[in-house]
């Protein structure tokens, strides 16, 4: 099955406790993203990866790291994490990360909230 | 970057046709439109994408008219199952343009 998977799904953690967030995709997409979800807020997107060792800023990077080794994993890094990165985070892949190519959008993963204490 | 406007929240009964209308006045050339349902606490998934006139699936048609300032979702005889945050997004070749705004609320009563 085409899927994007995150874990873990669910983490409640302390203020400056390094954590990753891992994100892998099984459609060898070359393009992948992170979005954080806030109230009020939309989806904000954190850093995006055009493929394999290319990754650039998204709206919101401050605070976050991201990976890019393999094609398939996307890993998110908070190497300091704070409160005010509680939010739902989540993973994206697409074919080529540009809308007139990829015609079916973006794949999301099904989540992961994160609570820091 | 192409900034969307979309209502906050809509209403609408089973069984109905409803029409979600997002407006992207600064849409460039090489943009394309395209619409997300998202679920509470699941990721958004891809309903339709579209350029210019009309695109319909199996779920959904995309309506764009002329001037490509504007763009309308039809969602024909929904159901309860469609209760849902629906996005607009414009973009182009640029992954760095995927901006969500803040989608419309779309409540389906019995």
């Known amino acids: 099955e085409a899927q994007v998977t995150q874990n873990p799904r669910y983490l409640i953690t302390v203020t400056g406790k390094k954590l990753t967030v891992t994100c892998s995709q099984n459609m060898n997409h070359e393009y992948m993203s992170w979005y954080r979800q806030d109230p009020g807020l939309g989806l904000r ?3 995006y990866s055009m493929n394999v060792e290319v990754t650039d800023k998204g709206d919101v ?9 393999e094609k398939r994993n996307f890993p998110l890094i908070l190497e300091s994490p704070s409160p005010n990165q509680t939010s739902l ?3 994206a892949s697409s074919p080529t990360g540009r809308a007139r190519m990829d015609r079916t959008g973006q794949f999301f993963g099904p989540g992961t909230r994160l609570t820091v204490l | 970057l192409a900034k969307t406007t979309q209502p906050i929240s809509m209403d609408s009964y089973e ?8 407006s992207h006045n ?12 998202q679920f509470p606490s699941q990721g958004p998934r891809f309903i339709i994408q579209g350029y210019k006139t009309k695109v319909t699936n ?6 764009i008219p002329a001037d490509r300032k504007s763009s309308t979702l039809s969602l024909p005889r929904v ?10 997004l414009v973009g182009s070749g640029s992954a760095r343009q995927l901006t969500f705004g803040s989608g419309t609320q779309l409540t389906v009563l019995p």
Do not use: H, M
Request: some cysteine; glycine content about 4%; hydrophobic content about 30%.
């Open chain 1, 45 to 47: 997107q954190i850093y």
């Open chain 1, 61 to 69: 990077p401050e605070g976050y790291k991201v990976s890019r080794k």
């Open chain 1, 89 to 91: 985070y989540f993973c």
């Open chain 2, 15 to 22: 069984g109905q046709e409803v029409n979600i209308t997002c």
């Open chain 2, 26 to 37: 600064n849409i460039a050339t090489n943009d394309y439109i395209t619409w997300y349902q």
């Open chain 2, 58 to 63: 199996e779920v959904a048609s995309l309506f």
């Open chain 2, 79 to 88: 159901s309860l199952s469609d209760t849902a945050v629906y996005y607009c």
